[in-house]
């Protein structure tokens, strides 16, 4: 009887121990749960491979410069992969799932002082600055054919037009023979460090249709005039425009310009 009286009651968490002079109480035996704790910032796994491979004809110029170097092949990749999108970008561009749209590239490298970023860009744009200083001194010879042409045209033009005081319709014939003034040489520029939207597009107007905004020091550009706080987002939001192909219509007071060149090849270089 006692026995089943025992079972009905039930059982504390608490316990007395009868073989001390006085029944203390004991407190409830219990397990401390193990706590896993979770860092406030986590560390940042490896990032996988560069997939040299998949460069294709380009692998063997990227491993000369990372040879050549001894900096890492994703800075060497970069530095080829950039010069190689400024040579081509105005020949072709890409089919994708949303239509053609520009091959250039928007790049952008973090590394520390001496992983020899800015060498590795001398020696992948060595050909691009050849050819641009090439450019620079046909144009001074362009230049000045094109201001003696463009004298010549005036002097024509102002003559036939006083000849219209006399004859309006013989002058008429003669201007229209005469036809549009002589163009200036494009402009030498193929590479810009620090340029603004404004400078861009009067550049791929006047200039050959690519450009490259290519610099070792990304805080040039980032802490230049068109990244300031009045022109970031303007230059943000046309930077975007660029990337996607949509032409470039501009309607400012005396002049308007609509034109679809490529996209602006962009690297930037930056230290942590």
């Not at 054919?145 to 004298?151: G, I, P, T, V, W």
């Not at 036939?160 to 030498?188: C, I, N, S, T």
Request: proline share 9%.
């Amino acid at each position: 009887m006692t026995e089943q009286i025992a079972d009905a009651v039930p059982q504390s968490d608490y316990h007395f121990d009868h073989d001390s002079e006085y029944a203390e109480i004991q407190q409830p035996r219990c397990s401390t749960p193990t706590v896993q704790t979770t860092p406030l910032v986590r560390e940042e796994p490896l990032g996988e491979a560069f997939p040299v491979a998949a460069l294709g004809p380009l692998k063997k110029a990227v491993k000369s410069i990372q040879e050549i170097t001894q900096a890492p092949i994703e800075i060497a990749a970069q530095s080829v992969l950039a010069t190689t999108c400024l040579a081509t970008q105005a020949h072709c561009n890409v089919q994708t799932l949303g239509g053609e749209k520009p091959i250039s590239l928007f790049l952008i490298t973090v590394a520390g002082s001496g992983e020899r970023k800015s060498t590795c860009d001398t020696l992948a744009m060595k050909p691009i600055l050849e050819f641009e200083k090439s450019l620079a001194a046909e144009h001074h010879t362009d230049r000045l054919k094109f201001d003696n042409e463009l004298a010549i045209y005036e002097a024509t033009k102002t003559s036939l037009v006083k000849e219209a005081k006399k004859d309006k319709d013989g002058a008429r014939v003669d201007l229209h023979e005469l036809g549009p003034p002589p163009q200036p040489p494009l402009l030498p520029q193929l590479v810009a460090p620090e340029p603004t939207l404004e400078g861009i597009t009067k550049n791929l107007r006047d200039s050959r249709p690519s450009l490259g905004v290519f610099s070792d020091e990304a805080g040039q550009f980032l802490g230049g005039y068109a990244m300031n706080q009045e022109n970031r987002l303007k230059t943000m939001a046309g930077f975007s425009k660029f990337w996607d192909g949509t032409p470039i219509n501009h309607t400012r007071p005396h002049q308007a310009l609509n034109m679809r060149p490529p996209a602006p090849e962009t690297l930037l270089r930056n230290g942590p």
